[in-house]
């Protein structure tokens, strides 16, 4: 049996997820997403199929265990994507992961998301974009500051740099020869 795990946007493209063959897997952090309060009204028929899913087994929302949620924040990390993908993200991966451990399933990742496929590609996880090219090649990043070009962990991302106040960006790291 296939195992397909769906990300928000996903869900959101209005495919009809019922006609897949095998089992769909999401988070409760990507439902949550789907049901946002600002979007629930535009969603109420993605949520019905949801729902319809729910009813029939098709479709199972599970939180990853905490082991795999650390596995993934090591290798996102190690890859430079850890702030570039939001907890719902690091939570479907990670579901992916244990699925993989522990079912021993044929698991596939649904999403568009070039940094869940960079991280998906790291885990030598089966990921598949739907609406978009994937990516080429996995990417490992680092996070710098553009202006004094001091180099940070991947968790800084999105903050300011220590020394000149710049806020710091992220570039594929260069290949040493």
């Not at 019922?18 to 629930?40: A, D, H, Q, S």
């Not at 994507?81 to 993989?100: G, M, P, R, T, Y």
């Not at 869940?116 to 990043?141: A, D, Q, R």
Request: charged share 30%.
């Amino acid at each position: 049996m296939k195992f397909h795990i769906f990300d928000t946007n996903i869900f959101l493209k209005g495919l009809e997820f019922n006609l897949i063959p095998g089992i769909i897997y999401t988070t409760p952090r990507i439902i949550e997403e789907i049901k946002f309060y600002k979007y629930k009204e535009k969603n109420r028929n993605i949520l019905n199929r949801i729902q319809v899913a729910l009813d029939n087994k098709k479709l199972i929302i599970k939180s990853p265990m905490e082991k795999y949620s650390k596995i993934v924040e090591e290798k996102a990390k190690n890859t430079g994507d850890f702030n570039a993908l939001s907890e719902a993200d690091k939570q479907l991966i990670a579901l992916a992961v244990e699925l993989i451990d522990t079912e021993n399933q044929n698991v596939i990742l649904f999403s568009d998301d070039y940094s869940i496929e960079n991280v998906c590609s790291e885990l030598n996880i089966s990921y598949s974009p739907l609406y978009k090219e994937g990516i080429e090649t996995k990417i490992m990043w680092e996070v710098y500051c553009s202006f004094c070009q001091k180099t940070f962990k991947a968790e800084d991302l999105k903050r300011r740099c220590e020394i000149c106040g710049s806020k710091l960006k992220r570039r594929p790291k260069s290949k040493e020869l």
